[in-house]
Antibody, heavy 121, light 108 residues
Framework: EVQLLESGGGLVQPGGSLRLSCAAS????????MSWVRQAPGKGLEWVSS????????FYADSVKGRFTISRDNSKNTVYLLMNSLRDEDTAVYHC??????????????WGQGTLVTVSS | EIVLTQSPDTLSLSPGERATLSCRAS???????LAWYQQKPGQAPRLLIY???NRATGIPDRFSGSGSGTEFTLTISRLEPEDFAVYYC?????????FGQGTKVEIK
C-alpha cells in the first residue's frame, strides 16, 4: 500500500524558512517522480514543484522559483521542500504526491494528507 | 502558462442524476496529459482519470472522461452519495502544470 506522510509544517514569520519532508513507502521510490501541491485555505489546488526519480530534473511554479528548492534522498525514501523567504501568500496545506512515472511529466496517482504551513507575524 | 477554466463552478444535482463537468484550456493540451481528481472535505485529492479518458485503479465505471485539444469533459453517469465533492482537472503537458479552479458537485 502506497503511503505518503508529510511533516515539517508550522507557523513561521514572513521572510522565514521551513523545510517540509515527505516519507514514502509501499513502492519503489527511486522509480517515480514526486511533487508538492499546495492548497490555500478554502481555495483550489496549486502545483508547486516536481522532481524526477533520479533527482536530476526539477520543476518549479513561477510563484516559488528562486525561493523554494525540491530535493530527494532515495536512500531514505524521502522528498523535501526547502522554503525560504516565505510570504503570507505561501500559507497553505502542502501535499506530497507520487507521480505515475519517472520523469515528472505525469499526473499524481497518490497523495498525502498534507502539512499546514502558516506564514504570519 | 496554460490556464484551465472549469464550468460550472457549482453543479446541484440529485443522487442518480448524470453530472457533466467541463474543463477548457487556454491552448491545446495533448489528451495524454489531462487528468481529473476528486477531493472531499478534509481529504487528499484522488486521481480519477488520466490521459483524458483512462480510469485510475479502483475507479468505478460510472466515471468517464473525454475530449481533446482545448475541451475536456468528466461525466458521472449516475451520481452516488459518495460522489458529492469537488472535482479538478489538471494539465501536465506544459510546465508549469496547472489545475482548473474546481467544480463543486453538491446535493440538490
Amino acid at each position: 500500500e502506497v503511503q505518503l506522510l508529510e511533516s515539517g509544517g508550522g507557523l513561521v514569520q514572513p521572510g522565514g524558512s521551513l523545510r517540509l519532508s515527505c516519507a514514502a513507502s509501499g513502492f519503489t521510490f527511486s522509480s517515480y517522480a514526486m511533487s508538492w501541491v499546495r492548497q490555500a485555505p478554502g481555495k483550489g489546488l496549486e502545483w508547486v514543484s516536481s522532481i524526477s526519480g533520479s533527482g536530476g530534473s526539477t520543476f518549479y511554479a513561477d510563484s516559488v522559483k528562486g525561493r523554494f528548492t525540491i530535493s530527494r534522498d532515495n536512500s531514505k525514501n524521502t522528498v523535501y521542500l526547502l522554503m525560504n523567504s516565505l510570504r503570507d501568500e505561501d500559507t497553505a496545506v502542502y501535499h506530497c504526491a507520487k507521480s505515475s512515472g519517472y520523469s515528472g511529466y505525469e499526473c499524481s496517482d497518490y497523495w498525502g494528507q498534507g502539512t499546514l504551513v502558516t506564514v504570519s507575524s | 502558462e496554460i490556464v484551465l477554466t472549469q464550468s460550472p463552478d457549482t453543479l446541484s444535482l440529485s443522487p442518480g442524476e448524470r453530472a457533466t463537468l467541463s474543463c477548457r484550456a487556454s491552448q491545446s493540451v495533448s489528451s495524454i496529459y489531462l487528468a481529473w481528481y476528486q477531493q472531499k472535505p478534509g481529504q487528499a485529492p484522488r486521481l480519477l482519470i488520466y490521459g483524458a479518458s483512462n480510469r485510475a485503479t479502483g475507479i468505478p465505471d460510472r466515471f468517464s472522461g473525454s475530449g481533446s485539444g482545448t475541451e475536456f469533459t468528466l461525466t458521472i453517469s449516475r451520481l452516488e452519495p459518495e460522489d458529492f465533492a469537488v472535482y479538478y482537472c489538471q494539465q501536465y503537458d506544459s510546465s508549469p502544470w496547472t489545475f482548473g479552479q474546481g467544480t463543486k458537485v453538491e446535493i440538490k
